[in-house]
């Protein structure tokens, strides 16, 4: 397997079926600062996030923490939710879900359960953050997703899942606050979400 730098690449494997996939990714060696992901039919590697992603998805959920439903839990780190009505498997940046959905053994956690997901666009996945994982998630009936578009410095919440994918969202650039719907409910701040100066561009 090739990996580069600022692209994506695939696994180079061509399995029959979506749960052939999921067997790949489990025995897949990803090397360290690097993601899995399945995505349009094909084992996605690309690199983690810029440095300066955590603070964000730090401040995401410490604003979001307070107005969880009830045995929820919002973290970030490197889990997979896997879809398979629309055979996909994301690791999503912030992720929100009854603390139950963790009580696993498997690598493999039910994407369906997620109440709020965030996704931080890069350089390497920018087109399918803005795309594909949006209509995903929306037919999967997750309530609230988050997209951070760090290259264009804006936010956009969706809302209203339906079997078409989302019908509501509401685009804002950084700076300014952002409503988050039910079961949410709250106001996020992203004064704090822009790269820091004198360090480049995401």
Known sequence: MTLMTERPTTSGTEPHSFEELLDVLDELHVPDGHKAEIIRGNIVVSP???GYYLDVMDVVCEQLRPHLP????????????????????FGPDIHAAHRSVSRTGSSRL?????????????????DDDLTDKVEVYGKAGIPVHLLLDMQEERATVFWAPSAKGYESHC???????????APFDCILDTT????PKGNGQP
């Open 192 to 195: 704090s979400f822009g790269a």
């Open 70 to 89: 009830e045995g929820h839990r919002i973290t970030f780190g490197p889990f997979l939710y896997v879809f398979p009505g629309s055979e996909r498997a």
């Open 110 to 126: 039910d994407g369906e359960a997620l109440s709020f997901v965030a996704e931080l666009t890069s350089s390497s996945t920018r």
């Open 171 to 181: 685009t804002m650039p950084f700076g300014e606050k952002l409503a988050i719907p």
């Open 48 to 50: 983690w996030s810029k």
